[in-house]
């Protein structure tokens, strides 16, 4: 029996850690991604003369809140389906819980027929 659990195991543990890697690296590229097109927005509201130039300023009205949005959206969204994939994740390890029962019952039921 316990060749059966440790072969399952080792499977499993595997797969709980790739799908835990998965998340926390989807978690980290959504920020980082927030965080580089917010320091660019930043850049240009900052670059020297852009506030001057009425071309710029013209534009800036339009890019400033196409821009906003578009963060505050991501974020929403983000969130959102970051805890869709923590449900998944967590059902993912619940099934692995009951599919590690169900190989340790069999192996308990295979044990007397290995006897015999």
Do not use: H
């Not at 059966?4 to 709980?16: G, I, R, V």
Request: with cysteine; net charge negative; proline share 3%.
């Amino acid at each position: 029996m316990e060749t059966q659990l440790d072969y399952f195991d080792a499977c499993t543990n595997a797969q709980k850690a790739f799908i835990g890697n998965v998340l926390n690296a989807q978690k980290e590229l959504r920020s980082q991604w927030m965080d580089s097109v917010q320091k660019l927005l930043d850049t240009f509201n900052q670059l020297p003369g852009i506030q001057d130039n009425p071309q710029a300023k013209e534009a800036l009205k339009f890019y400033n809140p196409w821009v906003s949005t578009m963060l505050n959206t991501t974020q929403a969204l983000g969130d959102d389906a970051l805890k869709v994939q923590e449900t998944v994740n967590s059902s993912i390890e619940k099934q692995i819980e009951i599919s590690r029962e169900l190989v340790s019952s069999l192996s308990d039921l295979a044990k007397p027929a290995q006897a015999k």
